[in-house]
């Protein structure tokens, strides 16, 4: 059975909208030669200007109203694609802290079985071990923020198993964050995703998370040392679309620059030949806030 192709809906809202906006140049144009020209002097009368105004306004209207909808669907179409990689980095923490709490119930039981045999030295071996990886984690244990939390254990995790090296500086609680916790956790994520593909095949790769905030914003930085980024192409990598890993991909630091931009932050990039390193922040009061307040007051 032959499977149709799946509707890219921001690909079908940008072609209406470059659709409609030549409709509309057109419209506009062909109005103004008539009006305007010599051609068809019988419809410069009243008449004739009455009606070409007319269809003028008719096909403008038609044009705007098409790319007003366009642009809404290309946003609706952002959204959902930014809601199903959230969904997707959901199920991956929830994978990582049930493989976790595996793991700790097996450490229990290899402790208890040393201690029933007698086996006290290589119970205390073992639980030395043990308490070195239960330290590992509590490095990603110093925000008052659960769900961050958990997202940089899990990724610390995953950088393991890549060998490589994550340095975690946490100067800030983040406890009272103005943007949900799951969109902080959308934005660290898409760029711990790309520090640990930009480094595969890296020398020594090495990952810094440093969090951090003050009276006016909270702030982050995701640092790599894999190969910098071309200054050419420092803003266009925050482009919708523009990504060197295939087709459908390119989407992740357009969202996490626009979840911040949103909340009135940023999201910028610094990249040489040692280091590659995104920059974030977001005020402690969003924009959103406080133009509630303006309007209630």
Known sequence: MKVKP???MNKAAVYAIVINSLELAAAVALAALILLGDTAPSLRGPLGKLMVITLTVIVSSGAFMDIKEAVHARRMGLQLQSLDETVTQMTDLNHALRAQRHDFLN????????????????????????????QQVSKALKTACAPVNALLRAKMAEAEQKNVKVELTVHAAWDNLPIPAWEMCRVLSNLIDNALDAMAGAPSPTLWIDLNEDVRSYSFTVKNNGPAIPADKQAAIFEAGVSGKGEGRGMGL??????????????????????????????????????????SA
């Open 107 to 134: 450490h229990l039981q290899v402790v208890y079985s040393l201690i029933e045999m007698g086996e006290y030295e290589e119970a205390n071996r073992y639980i030395e071990q043990v308490y070195g990886d239960i």
């Open 254 to 295: 357009f969202i996490a620059r626009e979840t911040l931009r949103q909340a009135g932050g940023d999201l910028t990039v610094q990249s040489d030949d040692s280091l590659t390193a995104f920059l974030g922040q977001v005020p402690r009061i969003v924009k959103q806030q406080e133009q509630r307040k303006d309007t």
């Open 6 to 8: 799946q509707l890219n």
